[in-house]
Every structure is written in C-alpha cells, then in structure tokens.
C-alpha cells in the first residue's frame, strides 16, 4: 500500500487520484481508437470524456456518502475529499453512462452505438482504478490464509479493522476481472450485433463478478442489509441483482427491437 507515491515540493501526489486520472486517459485513448475504426470524429471522444470523467466522479463520490452519510453527517468537508477513497462503482458507472448517453444523443450520434464504443474503455477504467484502491488501502477483502493473501501496514483502513492480518486483495480480484472483461467485450464485439449490446453485457458482467467478489470483501456493518451467522446481503449485491435484472430485459427488448427493424 502507498497511498502517497511521493511530494512535489509540499504538494502530495496520491495514488489514488493517479490511477483514476490513468484510468481516464487509457479509456480516452481506447475509445479514441474504437471511435475511428467506426469511422466517427475520434476528437468527439475527448470532450465525451471530460463530461463523463464529471458525471462518474459525482456520481460515485454522491452514493458513497448518501451510503455512508452517519460518517459524514457532522462534518461535511471530508465528502469532498476524494482522494481519500470513498467512490462506489455503481454509483460512477451509473452516473457515466448517463452522461455518455446524452452527450453522443445531443452530437447527433446514435446513442447506443455510442455508448457500446465506449464500454471496453469503461472496463478497463475501472481495472485501473482498482489499482487505485489496492494503493491506498481501500476497498479491502476479509482475513483469509491464501498463499496470495496480503497484509497492509499500520495506519491503513485495512490495519485498523484487521491489524496485522491477512485479507484478501479484494480490489485486484476486481482488477483483474474488470480486465477480463474488456477482453470479453473486445472479442465479442468482432461480430456485430444490434446497438446497445455491449453496454448491457457489461453491466450483466460487472453486476456477476462483484457478487461473486462481495463476499470476500469487508464491509461495516452500516453497508449490510442482512447479517445473521452466515447469511448476509449488502447494499451492493442487492443493487448488482437489480442491475443483472435490468440490463438482461433491456438487452432483449434492444435485440427484438433491432431485429424488428431490421424486417420492417
């Protein structure tokens, strides 16, 4: 863990913000390249980007707090301090997204087709930034005796609830499976398929692959819906069931809409 990498003069460059300012520029340069070969303006991914950089910020960083709002009700200053961790996917995916659907609906752009473009660059944002979090100590797993188990330092979240201990490196399991993805998305898209398609896929694989990482990962008690001996459901697995749900119907209504265009 290292949540500071190092100090220019007395200004701190955080891990942290490194990686998801990284995960930005990888996706921008990826949908860039994705944007070209469906022979659109690549420069329009640019000011896409910027846009969805905002909106997934705001996003993340609002549903962490209204998650967590008993942490921050009586000081609201550290809502603000991103760099110190605190985003939820979800929140930022859902924001992101958003975002993307209406700038490419406002530039005249299918706003399907535009957002498929830009999904593989969303996963692999998101494998960045999960970097990110393993930096700065975030988003830690439970204690585990696995050969690839780690231990963070004192004066991390993770040393605090779990003092010298091994957990699980929650936050690269959802790196590497957020690379994972993008490479499903990347081979499937070889073959093309109706508009929308590769945005739902995405949602349906991120929504499985956390409900399989949930578990292993800690979370206070405020962030669990049900905790009784073994049996417990977080905010998260909940919202990952609905958006399986969601993105499942909304891939069959795109497929059959497609398909009845396309005989019309």
Sequence with gaps: MRPVLFHIGSFPLRSYGLMIAAAFVFGLLLARRRARARG???????????FVMLASI??????????????????????FKVWDGGLTLYGGVTAGIAAGFLFFKRRGVGPWLGVDLAAPALALGIGIGRIGCFLNGCCFGRECDLPWAVTFPAGSGA????????????????????????????????????DGFLLTLLLILLAVYRLFVDPLR???????????????????????????????????????????????
């Design 218 to 264: 800690y979370y206070p008690s405020i962030s669990m819906l049900i905790q009784n001996g073994s049996l417990s459901l977080t905010r998260n697995q909940l919202f990952g069931v609905v958006v399986i749900l969601v993105s499942s119907g909304l891939m069959l209504y795109l497929s059959r809409r497609s398909a009845t265009q396309a005989n019309a």
């Design 159 to 194: 040393a605090d609830i779990f003092p010298g201990v091994a957990i699980h490196p929650t936050q690269i399991y959802e790196s590497l499976a957020a690379f994972a993805v993008m490479a499903v998305l990347l081979v499937v898209d070889r073959k093309r398929r109706f």
């Design 58 to 79: 705001a996003g993340a960083r609002l549903t962490y707090v209204v998650a967590h709002w008993g942490y921050y009700a009586n000081d609201i200053a550290r809502a």
């Design 40 to 50: 659109l303006d690549p420069d329009m991914i640019i000011d896409m980007v910027f």
